[in-house]
C-alpha cells in the first residue's frame, strides 16, 4: 500500500522558511516523480514544484522560482521542500503527490495517482 505522508508544515512570519518533507512507502516503482501542491482556501490546487527521484530532474512554479527548493534523499525515500522568503499569499495547504514519472505536464493533478494528506502552511504579515 502506497503512503505518503507530510510533515514540516506550521506558522511563521514572512520572510521566515520552513521545511516540509513527503515520506513515501510501498511505492511500486524505484524511480518516481513527487510533486508538490498547495491549496488556498477558496482557490483550486496549484502545482509548486516537482521531482523525478530517477535522475534529480526539478520543475517549478514561476510563482516559487528562487524561493523554494525541492530535494530529495532517496536513502529515506523522503523529499523535501524548502520554502524561504514566505509571504501571506504562500498560505496554503501543502499536499505531495506521487506518479511513475516526470513530464511538461508535471503541475497537473490528474498527472498523479497517489496523495498525501496534507500539511498546513500560514504565514502572518
Known amino acids: 500500500q502506497v503512503q505518503l505522508v507530510e510533515s514540516g508544515g506550521g506558522s511563521v512570519q514572512a520572510g521566515g522558511s520552513l521545511r516540509l518533507s513527503c515520506a513515501a512507502s510501498?511505492?511500486?516503482?524505484?524511480?518516481?516523480?513527487v510533486g508538490w501542491f498547495r491549496q488556498a482556501p477558496g482557490k483550486e490546487r496549484e502545482g509548486v514544484a516537482a521531482i523525478y527521484t530517477g535522475g534529480g530532474s526539478t520543475y517549478y512554479a514561476d510563482s516559487v522560482k528562487g524561493r523554494f527548493t525541492i530535494s530529495q534523499d532517496n536513502a529515506k525515500n523522503t523529499v523535501y521542500l524548502q520554502v524561504n522568503s514566505l509571504k501571506p499569499e504562500d498560505t496554503a495547504m501543502y499536499y505531495c503527490?506521487?506518479?511513475?514519472?516526470?513530464?511538461?505536464?508535471?503541475?497537473?493533478?490528474?498527472?498523479?495517482?497517489?496523495w498525501g494528506q496534507g500539511t498546513q502552511v500560514t504565514v502572518s504579515s
Open positions: 510501498g511505492y511500486p516503482y524505484n524511480n518516481y516523480c
Open positions: 503527490a506521487g506518479a511513475p514519472w516526470c513530464a511538461g505536464t508535471w503541475y497537473l493533478e490528474r498527472w498523479y495517482n497517489y
